[in-house]
């Protein structure tokens, strides 16, 4: 359990990372012990003035301004290092995102390459677009060489085979004249409908 060996490795970031930090936390106990020894001469040279001693008081007051001074010394540093901190933090943020990126990238490339590039798309399109048009053609000619007279004459015998499978007798062949105009002008109109939906 604790005698495993972690996965995951510390490198030289991390490593400069933590001794940033470590440094920041020795700087903040230095602060911490002049906080207490400025206060403590503070009160020295207060009892030294009770007890009438001036040059000893006057001389607590000037370790304290020196402790002050070295306080604000103390700051300027631990500002400097919690900034180069963060800008090193950052930085490895960065990294991963432009890492990231480079993967994306380079999946992205790969898929392209898988698709055949942009002019084997063109080329795809075009040959789609070519393929629809010989269809529409073929339509057309198909259409075309086939007469109104010619079509009833084939629905008429897809009727009769329909009743022959089912079984069903077939009627009576009339013997008046059929309505054929009213029913080839309706194909017409079906086929005109059908050719605008097919460039539609």
Do not use: C, W
């Amino acid at each position: 359990m604790g005698n495993t060996p972690s996965s995951h490795k510390i490198s030289a970031q991390d490593k400069a990372i933590l001794d940033m930090k470590n440094q920041r936390d020795k700087l903040h106990q230095y602060q911490h012990r002049i906080a207490v020894l400025t206060d403590r001469e503070r009160s020295i040279a207060k009892e030294m003035l009770a007890k009438g001693d001036k040059q000893r008081a006057l001389l607590a007051l000037r370790r304290k301004k020196y402790q002050e001074s070295l306080l604000t010394k103390t700051d300027a540093q631990l500002e400097q290092l919690e900034n180069l901190t963060s800008s090193v933090e950052f930085a490895l943020v960065q990294k991963d995102v432009v890492f990231g990126l480079q993967q994306g990238t380079a999946v992205l490339n790969e898929i392209h390459k898988e698709m055949g590039g942009i002019e084997h798309v063109e080329k795809l399109m075009g040959e789609t677009a070519d393929a629809i048009v010989y269809q529409q053609e073929v339509s057309e000619m198909l259409g075309g060489k086939i007469s109104n007279d010619d079509e009833d004459e084939v629905e008429d015998e897809l009727e009769a085979l329909e009743a022959e499978v089912a079984g069903v007798p077939l009627p009576e062949v009339p013997t008046s004249a059929l309505p054929t105009r009213d029913r080839a002008k309706a194909r017409e109109r079906a086929r005109i409908e059908e050719d605008k939906a097919v460039l539609a």
